[in-house]
């Protein structure tokens, strides 16, 4: 059974840090794009940031460039997002995203249920 389950979420004054984490299992992460998305209330789901299998790279929506890391362990089968220097328009539900992007997972896609992340003084 494929899980993925986001933690680290809170309430964080402006110019503060999380670091939010998405446990996973039933499926083989070193074969899928991890991403993270966010989803302010009355907003479309945004992209965040996104970390590939091949090569590690890393990428990442303009409005968190610089402040936000993506990373992932393949050996603890998860995947972090370190944001610093909070705003308040950073508040949103974070979701935890895996795409696919080998062969013979190639295409399949799994979510999690989201971590609140509000910024406030």
């Known amino acids: 059974q494929v899980q993925l389950v986001e933690s680290g979420g809170g309430l964080v004054q402006p110019g503060g840090t999380l670091r939010l984490s998405c446990a996973t299992s039933?499926?083989?992460?070193?074969?899928?794009?991890m991403r993270w998305y966010r989803q302010a209330p009355g907003k479309e789901r945004e992209l965040v940031a996104v970390?590939?299998?091949?090569?590690?790279?890393?990428n990442y929506a303009d409005s968190v460039k610089d402040r936000f890391t993506i990373s992932r362990d393949n050996a603890y089968n998860s995947v972090y997002l370190q944001m610093n220097s909070l705003k308040p328009e950073d508040t949103a539900v974070y979701y935890c995203?895996?795409?696919?992007?080998?062969?013979?997972?190639?295409?399949?896609?799994?979510w999690g249920q989201g971590t609140q992340v509000t910024v406030s003084s």
């Open positions: 995203n895996a795409l696919g992007v080998r062969a013979g997972s190639y295409g399949r896609e799994y």
């Open positions: 039933g499926f083989t992460l070193s074969s899928y794009a």
């Open positions: 970390h590939t299998p091949l090569g590690g790279s890393a």
